[in-house]
């Protein structure tokens, strides 16, 4: 079964700009979750979608944005960059999140650098 | 809420000797499930171990095991027989279980674990 893979891997961009950052989660789970690490420090929630809808937000602003597509990828959207947005950022897919030990599973993450 | 601390943000062992990362929790869901995950510099959060807060007994998975002190709320992790591939930073996280509670994880701020040959 394949992972979850995250593109790109690598990107900057300035500040003001749109950064779209694409998940493509691992087989058989129907649940994805962003998070942003930024150096340094553990990784934060942004939102998690499920059934193409999201239910679950952490604390951030509504210039972060997602969408989840009919086969489960995902993608996360950020409007009006600022330089604190620099981060990796982090894509996990996984099934039940009802069950307990349902573990996430995570892509490498796309590094993103604001100018 | 819920909080992680992690209070070592570097540790070294020697190769073959085993190794105790910190972790303590605070949290008010009654249910609660606490994740170990396992970050090398390629960025990628690699699942180590899964402690239920029900479980009666500690886990352990390999080479990793949990010892889960619920009064004292903590989860930390042992490491035995560390290797060079262990050197990689290590998360502690949890997740609320109860009914109404939010299914995102919480990491705590990392452990940098460097195995000396």
């Known amino acids: 079964e394949t992972g979850v893979t995250q593109s790109p891997t690598h990107l900057i961009k300035t500040r003001g700009q749109q950064v779209t950052l694409r998940c493509s989660s691992q087989?058989?789970?129907?649940?994805v979750s962003w998070y942003q690490q930024a150096l340094g420090q553990g990784p934060q929630f942004i939102f998690q979608y499920y059934r193409e809808e999201e239910n679950g937000r952490g604390n951030f602003p509504p210039r972060f944005s997602g969408l989840q597509f009919p086969n489960y990828s995902s993608e996360l959207n950020v409007n009006a960059l600022e330089l604190d947005d620099s981060a990796l950022y982090l894509c996990a897919s996984s099934s039940n999140l009802a069950s307990g030990a349902n573990v996430l599973t995570f892509g490498a993450g796309s590094r993103l650098t604001v100018l | 809420a819920q909080k992680i601390t992690q209070t070592q943000p570097g540790m070294f062992v020697q190769e073959k000797e085993a190794v105790t990362l910190d972790c303590t929790y605070d949290t008010s869901d009654p249910s609660y499930g606490l994740f170990w995950y396992k970050q090398p510099s390629s960025g990628e959060m690699i699942f180590l171990i899964y402690?239920?807060?029900?479980?009666?007994q500690n886990a352990t998975e390999g080479r990793y095991s949990l010892n889960f002190q619920k009064a004292r709320k903590s989860a930390n992790l042992v490491i035995s027989a560390s290797q060079l591939g262990d050197s990689a930073m290590y998360f502690c996280a949890m997740r609320g279980l109860s009914s109404g509670s939010a299914r995102q994880l919480t990491f705590g701020s990392g452990t940098q674990l460097t195995v000396l040959p």
């Open positions: 402690q239920g807060s029900y479980d009666q």
């Open positions: 087989s058989g789970h129907n649940t």
